[in-house]
């Protein structure tokens, strides 16, 4: 049974950071590709980014240049450095892994490319 567990979001001023965590079982995450998603209220799911098991990555134009994915074979761990966040920013944020593996590049920010997904975290930045 694949399970994702992700931590690190809270509170921050605008320009802030915060790192997010996201701790896969039963999956190995360096063979296949990984994803970020936010989901505000009353919104749709959307692809932050995603991580390749070649180490590629995709990020949505929203965050390119402002967060970076990148992943800890040894630990199973999936992170998201977020860097000058900003208000838009604000909403709940889940990992995603699959047993996928071929490129994919821009598909790997679509959610129905996932078949497992963590609870979560809520990230809330103020102005």
């Known amino acids: 049974q694949v399970q994702l567990v992700e931590s690190g979001g809270g509170s921050v001023q605008a320009g802030g950071s915060l790192t997010l965590s996201c701790t896969v079982s039963g999956n190995n995450i360096s063979r296949y590709y990984v994803g970020w998603f936010h989901q505000a209220p009353g919104k749709e799911r959307e692809g932050v980014a995603a991580l390749e098991s070649d180490g590629s990555t995709s990020y949505a134009d929203s965050v390119k240049g402002r967060f970076t994915n990148s992943r800890d074979n040894a630990k199973n761990t999936l992170y998201l450095q977020a860097n000058s966040l900003k208000p838009a920013d604000t909403a709940s944020y889940y990992c995603?892994?699959?047993?996928?593996?071929?490129?994919?590049?821009?598909?790997?920010?679509?959610?129905?490319?996932?078949?497992?997904w963590g609870q979560g975290t809520q990230v809330t930045v103020s102005s």
């Open positions: 995603a892994s699959t047993l996928a593996s071929p490129p994919c590049r821009s598909l790997c920010l679509l959610p129905q490319n996932y078949n497992w």
